[in-house]
C-alpha cells in the first residue's frame, strides 16, 4: 500500500479543481483510494511523463482529467502535484 502525501499547494489546487468540477468528486475520492491501496491498477492509466514534465508521472481521474504526481516507487510515497484537464496538467 502506498502512502499519498498532499502538499499544501495540492490541496488548495485540488479545492478549487472540486469546486470547478463537483460531479467529478466521486470519480476524485475513487482514484486516490485506487492510488493509494494499488497504484499499478490498469484502470488509473499510470504512466511516466516526458520533456519537462519527465520527472512526474499521471493517472487519470476519467478521459478528461489527470492527476500529475511525484511517483516515488522506492518509498511508497505517491506526491500529488497537480490536477485538472490533459492540457491543463501537461501543457502550462
Same mark, same amino acid.
Given at each position: 500500500?502506498a502512502?499519498?502525501? =498532499?502538499? !499544501?499547494?495540492?490541496? *488548495?489546487?485540488?479545492? *478549487? /479543481?472540486?469546486? *470547478?468540477?463537483?460531479?467529478?468528486? +466521486?470519480? =476524485?475520492?475513487?482514484?486516490?483510494k485506487?492510488?493509494? @491501496?494499488?497504484? %499499478?491498477?490498469? +484502470?488509473?492509466? @499510470?504512466?511516466?511523463?516526458?520533456? *519537462? @514534465?519527465?520527472?512526474?508521472?499521471?493517472? +487519470?481521474?476519467?478521459? +478528461? %482529467?489527470?492527476?500529475?504526481? %511525484? /511517483? @516515488?516507487?522506492?518509498?511508497?510515497?505517491?506526491?500529488?502535484? !497537480?490536477?485538472?484537464?490533459? !492540457?491543463d496538467? =501537461?501543457?502550462?
Open positions: 500500500m502512502e499519498i502525501i =498532499y502538499t !499544501d499547494s495540492y490541496v *488548495k489546487q485540488a479545492a *478549487k /479543481f472540486i469546486k *470547478k468540477h463537483p460531479e467529478l468528486l +466521486s470519480q =476524485y475520492e475513487k482514484t486516490l485506487l492510488l493509494e @491501496l494499488n497504484p %499499478y491498477h490498469p +484502470s488509473l492509466r @499510470l504512466h511516466k511523463l516526458r520533456g *519537462k @514534465l519527465s520527472k512526474l508521472h499521471s493517472v +487519470s481521474i476519467n478521459i +478528461s %482529467y489527470r492527476i500529475s504526481i %511525484y /511517483f @516515488l516507487v522506492e518509498d511508497d510515497k505517491i506526491i500529488p502535484v !497537480d490536477i485538472g484537464s490533459h !492540457d496538467v =501537461y501543457y502550462k
